[in-house]
């Protein structure tokens, strides 16, 4: 009786394990976020891909990676115009593609990575299954207008170039990308308002026909998405809201991000241009620091990933 109470439970503790291991793929298997194409994240101006603890897009590729997708993060120079760090981005693609067989990628950029993923949607349409821009300065903005302005006034463009200059190859040797050309002052005059209008009339696909309005949502087979915020100061620790504070003072009363203004960032199919975070909260920066009561970023971007799984992207 005991050898046969002592076999039953055995059996019971089998069973149980065997069930157990068996939910394990179940519950691995998540797939909110599993695109039918690989989603790369392109950095802004003075960004970068992983350097030591600090992922520009903090905890966003790996949230993205848990629910199923495929997610490369790129490296462009930290500072240089539009156009050259879109082929950069290109010439990256074209790599992936070769390597891994992709045939289309949902491209996503903050900040001057929209501009970046715009250039490469106009020049190579059909690598390009989507474009969404997060904080992009599509106007120009009026920080780097004023930039501009100060340098062009005082003479010393090139001398505060060559100092930025500096501080962008630093960025590219900690983040092991030492080897790309840096260039401020393209950067700037990207930026600007003037540099900005001259950018969208040479690529205009998914241009707001309004002021301040939504652009078409799909350009020659690529969707396009934009989103941006509106608050500045969001949290008392982040070292970066004192400097977004100063700069949002060149808006003069506009809602902004600290960089780049409401109307600016729409463009494409508009998801949304208020989000309660600034500029460095678009990434979850810093370290996931931002207003107690705002919007989760990280969940922002898993659900928009799924929205581009459910257009079948």
Not at 188 to 208: E, V
């Amino acid at each position: 009786m005991k050898r046969h109470l002592a076999s039953t439970v055995l059996a019971l503790a089998s069973l149980g394990s065997a069930m157990s291991l068996a939910a394990l793929p179940a519950r691995a298997a998540d797939s909110y976020t599993q695109t039918r194409h690989p989603i790369v994240l392109v950095h802004g101006l003075f960004g970068w891909d992983s350097m030591g603890i600090a992922d520009y897009w903090h905890g966003i590729g790996t949230a993205l990676r848990a629910g199923g997708a495929t997610v490369h993060i790129t490296q462009q120079s930290a500072a240089n115009s539009s156009e050259v760090r879109g082929e950069q981005l290109l010439a990256e693609l074209r790599r992936l593609k070769a390597a891994h067989g992709y045939q289309r990628f949902n491209l996503m950029g903050h900040s001057h990575g929209g501009q970046t993923v715009r250039y490469v949607a106009a020049v190579a349409p059909e690598l390009v299954a989507s474009v969404t821009t997060v904080g992009t300065p599509h106007q120009g903005s009026p920080v780097a207008d004023a930039v501009k302005r100060g340098t062009d006034e005082t003479g010393s463009t090139k001398v505060v170039a060559s100092l930025i200059n500096g501080f962008a190859r630093l960025i590219g040797v900690l983040s092991g990308n030492d080897g790309l050309p840096q260039n401020s002052e393209a950067a700037m005059l990207s930026l600007t308002t003037q540099g900005a209008a001259a950018f969208n009339a040479r690529f205009p696909a998914g241009a707001p026909s309004t002021t301040c309005g939504s652009g078409p949502a799909s350009v020659n087979g690529v969707n396009y998405y934009s989103v941006g915020g509106t608050s500045v100061m969001t949290h008392l620790f982040d070292p970066g809201d004192a400097m977004l504070g100063i700069a949002s003072l060149f808006f003069k009363g506009e809602a902004n991000d600290g960089l780049v203004g409401r109307c600016s960032s729409r463009w494409g199919q508009v998801l949304r241009d208020n989000y309660d975070w600034n500029h460095i909260d678009q990434i979850n920066h810093a370290f996931g620091l931002r207003g107690l009561f705002s919007s989760d970023p990280v969940a922002f971007y898993r659900s928009h990933a799924n929205r581009l799984k459910a257009a079948g992207l």
